[in-house]
């Protein structure tokens, strides 16, 4: 319980000390240099693979 709480209060720094306080987002569609590469998530991935009729 106790490593569980300090990764938490870790990971609340950057939102307490922040002015905006926000965390930025984990997710691959909001990502600029992945989406520069033309990589996508996984689901985005499916859908076109189906729409393309190239899903295995």
Do not use: T, Y
């Amino acid at each position: 319980m106790l490593i569980i709480a300090i990764a938490i209060a870790l990971l609340s720094i950057k939102v307490i000390v922040k002015k905006d306080g926000r965390m930025s987002s984990q997710h691959i569609h909001d990502s600029e240099a992945m989406n520069a590469r033309g990589i996508h998530c996984v689901i985005d991935q499916d859908r076109e693979a189906r729409l393309n009729d190239k899903a295995s």
